[in-house]
């Protein structure tokens, strides 16, 4: 799969990830509102992925002859949860003083650096995941996307299932919705289907009746932000996961690459969670599923307690560790 993210000739390239499953689109953004409004609908999603956006908006500001800062401080907040997107702005930036080449050189370099940490990290969690689990071919659940589509390339959690589907040890993936967007049924099935990796797409309420009837080895997420004690933001539902996880003595692992940590964060209680629109709960596919004026609830993210996690794991190893 090419990169979810790159550049090419003067302008960010994407993979539009509210086209698939329907549509493989790729979409050329020129100017920073084209990639904020990219990065707010979801278009590029995804921790990492969010990273080198960030990066590669100020690289454009930077060539366009922008008002750099100020267009990066609104890349930073389109936003709030995933603490790669303001790490990407901020990184590029150290580099504005040697001029827009130096920060285009610099995005481009992140990009790489993240296939590479992506990689590591999820084979690091692999072993993780195989220390904790049987050796046999394992039946692991997803949540949300975590694959290449949410990286530069490669994935976190769900490059844990590239590297143990290499080695013949992945049975099958149950694949939550994730509601709203089913980024799980939209992507992260899509991407199972490319690899070959049996799948099966579940209701996010069937989570814990898949684990009490035994259908589950290993619960494996990714994380928008790591606070410094371990606590985990991510796509909401994840919480929930992990209780159930935790009654059924199921592993729970989160991957992520160590730029999704915040330490200036002290536990989750301080992350900032993101809520969207109710349209995303009201309507479906311009069709309306609730009664008009409905109050809505849609918080993007939820918290995650370090004390419900098995492992968080990064390039470095197990974090905390």
């Known amino acids: ?175 939550d919705e994730t509601r709203p967007l089913l980024q799980g049924s939209r992507l992260t099935a899509w991407e199972l289907e490319q690899a070959g990796v049996p799948y099966r797409v579940q209701p996010d309420g069937a989570a814990a009746t898949a684990m009490a009837r035994g259908l589950v080895d290993c619960v494996l997420v990714g994380a928008d932000r790591i606070a410094a004690n371990g606590d985990v933001a991510n796509k909401i539902g994840t919480y929930s996961l992990a209780i159930a996880a935790a009654h059924h003595q199921v592993p729970f692992v989160v991957v992520a690459p160590t730029s999704t940590v915040d330490k200036a964060i002290a536990t989750g209680a301080d992350i900032t969670i993101e809520e969207r629109a109710a349209t995303e709960l009201t309507e479906f596919g311009g069709t309306q599923i609730a009664p008009k004026g409905s109050a809505v609830f849609n918080p993007a993210f939820d918290v995650t307690p370090h004390a419900l996690i098995t492992a968080v794991v990064t390039e470095d190893g197990v974090f905390g560790s």
């Open 1 to 175: 799969m090419r990169r979810t993210i790159d550049w090419a000739d003067g302008a960010i390239v994407i993979v539009d990830q509210v086209a698939l499953p329907g549509e493989y689109r790729i979409l050329t953004l020129r100017t920073v509102t084209e990639l904020v409004d990219a990065i707010q609908r979801l278009a590029v999603r995804g921790a990492p992925a969010l990273g080198a956006a960030g990066a590669l908006g100020v690289a454009l500001a930077a060539r366009q002859g922008d008002d750099v800062r100020a267009e990066a401080e609104r890349i930073a907040h389109a936003r709030p949860t995933a603490v790669n997107l303001a790490w990407g702005v901020s990184r590029a930036l150290t580099q504005l003083p040697h001029g827009a080449d130096a920060v285009l050189a610099e995005a481009q370099s992140m990009l790489d650096e993240d296939e590479q940490r992506n990689h590591t990290a999820s084979a690091h969690a692999a072993e993780v995941v195989l220390d904790a689990c049987p050796r046999r071919p394992l039946r692991l659940l997803s949540h949300c996307n975590t694959g290449h589509l949410a990286t530069v390339s490669w994935g976190t959690a769900l490059g844990v299932v590239w590297h143990l589907h290499e080695r013949g040890l992945v049975e099958s993936v149950l694949v």
